[in-house]
């Protein structure tokens, strides 16, 4: 996954309104109902948890340090879905600990490999890769209807991309992958899977895309299905800025959103 920077999430929590509005009204779903929805538990459930639990936000110096914006951001995404959210004043272990001590039952913490959401009365944690890809995956199956039989191209087989290939393969969707790396193509294709070996041919001839690439700027409008549906987790956005502009109605990208709060329903 690419590391965030202050930039990328400067003002996040102001548009979260609009954010969720552009979701509800071109992909059918709230951030709140694609993360239930993504982490296959009900509304009921979801709600309960909330009224029962606090969650706790912990900072992470360790490795390249503390990204500005980003543990307020979490907690600005965490508090729009419902819950009851601190940053713990504290860093690091004693951060765990502060946030234990004031009666956190999730623990959101990240360094630079991974960042988790730890539940110490269940003894679970979730993953913001597989939490990232069901939530982007959710919003893709919604605009699409249904994703079974129909072909998916999925570009970047990275941590996001291997769990949203796992996800569509539940939801019989036909993927067909695309991977800078032609070694990891090949075991791709060893494994059966439909591979595609050339990115400017293959975009056209998709109706859904979903984008998990770390490259940004390479996809142009002229290359895509007219009717293309694309859910871009992958930072740098892959569209460029003038395909993102005419597109933007049948794009769902996101700095955190999606993935956050699709942690927060699969720790409850
Ligand atoms: O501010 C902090 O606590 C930092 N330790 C946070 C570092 C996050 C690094 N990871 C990323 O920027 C991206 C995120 C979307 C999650 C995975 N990679």
Same mark, same amino acid.
């Given at each position: 996954?690419?590391?965030?920077?202050?930039?990328?999430?400067?003002g996040?929590?102001?548009?979260?309104?609009s954010?969720? #509005?552009?979701?509800?009204?071109?992909?059918?779903?709230?951030l709140?109902?694609?993360?239930?929805t $993504?982490?296959?538990?009900?509304?009921?459930?979801?709600?309960?948890?909330?009224?029962?639990?606090?969650v706790?936000?912990?900072?992470?110096?360790?490795?390249?340090?503390?990204?500005?914006?980003f543990?307020?951001?979490?907690?600005s995404?965490?508090?729009?879905?419902?819950?009851?959210?601190f940053i713990?004043?504290?860093?690091?272990?004693?951060?765990? $600990?502060?946030g234990?001590?004031?009666?956190?039952?999730?623990?959101?913490?990240?360094?630079?490999?991974?960042?988790?959401?730890?539940?110490?009365h269940?003894?679970i944690?979730?993953d913001?890769a597989e939490?990232?890809a069901?939530?982007?995956?959710?919003? #893709?199956? $919604?605009?699409?209807?249904?994703?079974?039989?129909?072909?998916?191209l999925?570009?970047g087989?990275?941590?996001v991309?291997?769990?949203?290939?796992?996800?569509?393969?539940?939801?019989?969707?036909?993927?067909?992958?695309?991977d800078?790396?032609?070694?990891?193509?090949e075991?791709?294709?060893?494994?059966?899977l439909?591979i595609?070996?050339?990115?400017?041919?293959?975009?056209?001839k998709?109706?859904y895309?979903?984008?998990?690439?770390?490259?940004?700027?390479?996809?142009?409008?002229?290359?895509?299905?007219?009717?293309?549906?694309?859910?871009?987790?992958?930072?740098?956005?892959? #569209?460029?800025?003038?395909a993102?502009?005419t597109?933007?109605?049948?794009?769902?990208?996101?700095?955190?959103?999606?993935g956050?709060?699709?942690?927060l329903?699969?720790?409850?």
């Open positions: 996954m690419t590391r965030l920077t202050e930039k990328d999430l400067a996040l929590d102001n548009i979260l309104n954010y969720d #509005l552009h979701l509800y009204n071109n992909f059918g779903l709230t709140k109902s694609a993360s239930i $993504a982490a296959g538990i009900s509304k009921e459930y979801f709600d309960k948890k909330l009224q029962e639990i606090s706790a936000v912990i900072p992470v110096t360790m490795g390249q340090g503390i990204i500005g914006n543990s307020y951001t979490v907690k995404i965490l508090q729009y879905v419902g819950a009851n959210v713990t004043e504290s860093y690091d272990v004693a951060g765990i $600990a502060e234990i001590n004031r009666g956190a039952n999730l623990l959101f913490m990240a360094d630079d490999n991974q960042f988790i959401a730890l539940n110490n269940k003894g944690i979730s913001n939490a990232t069901r939530g982007f995956v959710t919003a #893709l199956n $919604a605009a699409a209807k249904g994703l079974e039989n129909k072909e998916v999925l570009i087989a990275g941590k991309g291997s769990f949203a290939l796992e996800h569509l393969n539940e939801l019989d969707a036909k993927v067909a992958v695309y800078i790396d032609n070694k990891k193509l075991q791709f294709k060893q494994l059966g439909k595609e070996t050339n990115i400017n041919e293959a975009l056209n998709y109706k895309i979903f984008d998990a690439s770390p490259m940004g700027d390479f996809i142009d409008l002229d290359l895509l299905h007219p009717e293309v549906y694309i859910a871009a987790p992958g930072m740098p956005l892959g #569209l460029t800025k003038e993102y502009k597109l933007n109605k049948r794009v769902i990208h996101d700095p955190l959103q999606l956050v709060a699709t942690m329903a699969m720790a409850l």
